[in-house]
């Protein structure tokens, strides 16, 4: 059984562009969330979403979104990106809202 | 909003030896409580969980306890091997698994 594919693996992009990161869940998954992972802030949760719908939302500021499609496989999308913005974003798939997640292996941003 | 402390933040033992983690948190109505594995370059690996109406879950070498009252729980490996030198996260949860709060990660190493 395929795990959780995150893609790109890596990214680097300007200060000021924006980018999409793309998560495929696991087959019959149908719970998508996504976390921020750095050095200095650990692991923060971005936001979850459930049958296309966004049920939960992390403290982000408003450039980061997100949408799942009927699918499930999510996308998010960081606009306007800072050099905070650096990170490893982590997608986690789960049956549904209420049962184990699972993480893909991240997608690697680095903003320049 | 739920706030989860981990402790230690490194810790070297020798292989054969136990090695234990211990995470507190703050919000009572959290009744999910998982803990994973993260190496280099990977995403975070789903070792174990528990829920609130346990007091201890095992797995092979690996155990979870939880004290709802003292709201905290801890993981426990037996016979370190050097294949679980890791970051180690817990995590806690409410109703929803998917969006949970991580502690700030242990670094374990096992020394051969």
């Known amino acids: 059984k395929a795990g959780v594919t995150q893609t790109p693996r890596y990214l680097i992009k300007t200060r000021g562009q924006q980018v999409t990161l793309s998560c495929s869940p696991i087959s019959g998954h149908r719970s998508v969330s996504w976390y921020q992972q750095t050095p200095g802030q650990g692991l923060q949760f971005l936001f979850e979403y459930f049958s296309e719908t966004q049920r939960n939302k992390g403290n982000f500021p408003g450039r980061f979104s997100g949408r799942q499609f009927s699918n499930s496989r999510s996308e998010m999308n960081v606009s306007t990106l800072e050099l905070g913005d650096s990170a490893l974003y982590l997608c986690a798939s789960s049956l549904d809202p209420y049962t184990e997640a699972f993480f893909g292996q991240g997608t690697r941003l680095t903003v320049v | 909003g739920e706030n989860v402390e981990q402790h230690p933040s490194t810790l070297s033992v020798q292989e054969g030896d136990s090695a234990v983690i211990k995470c507190t948190y703050s919000d009572s109505a959290s009744n999910y409580f998982p803990w994973y594995k993260q190496e280099l370059g990977k995403g975070p690996q789903l070792i174990i969980d528990?829920?609130?109406?346990?007091g201890e879950k095992k797995d092979q070498r690996i155990a979870v306890t939880l004290n709802k009252t003292a709201k905290h729980f801890s993981l426990h490996i037996t016979e370190t091997q050097p294949e679980d030198s890791a970051v180690y996260f817990c995590?806690?949860?409410?109703?929803?698994?998917?969006?949970?709060?991580f502690g700030d990660g242990t670094t374990l190493t096992v020394k051969p």
């Open positions: 995590a806690a949860s409410g109703a929803n698994a998917g969006k949970s709060t």
């Open positions: 528990i829920r609130s109406n346990v």
